[in-house]
């Protein structure tokens, strides 16, 4: 199954650092993606143009988590060629992974 069939996203930067959150829709998915969405799953995910330190923060009370990549964004709004500067569309990718359901 994609992420998405089971949680949402939104994406959020300061400067070359990309932030993303995942939350579950339902309560009992919550461990599901705490076992398959690992930091390092994300950073494979997004080799690419992740080009330092992803980190996941567990949230449980929200049934979320936040991964922070590091040197993620080209530099930053100011720098970046990227058409998507701020790394908005990134949520949207991170959704399509597949995980084992």
Same mark, same amino acid.
């Given at each position: 199954m994609k992420l998405r069939d089971i949680?949402? @996203?939104r994406t959020g930067d300061?400067?070359?650092i990309s932030n993303i @959150?995942?939350?579950v829709y339902k309560a009992?998915?919550?461990?599901i993606i705490k076992e398959k969405v690992t930091s390092e799953k994300v950073k494979e995910w997004f080799k690419d143009i992740v080009h330092g330190e992803v980190i996941r923060y567990e949230l449980p009370k929200l049934k979320a988590f936040n991964f922070v990549?590091?040197?993620a964004l080209g530099g930053g709004v100011t720098r970046s060629? @990227?058409?998507d500067m701020h790394g908005k569309s990134? +949520? +949207?990718a991170l959704l399509e992974m597949?995980?084992?359901g």
């Open positions: 949680a949402h @996203s300061k400067g070359n @959150s995942l939350i009992e998915d919550y461990q990549m590091y040197n060629l @990227s058409l990134l +949520s +949207s597949e995980i084992d």
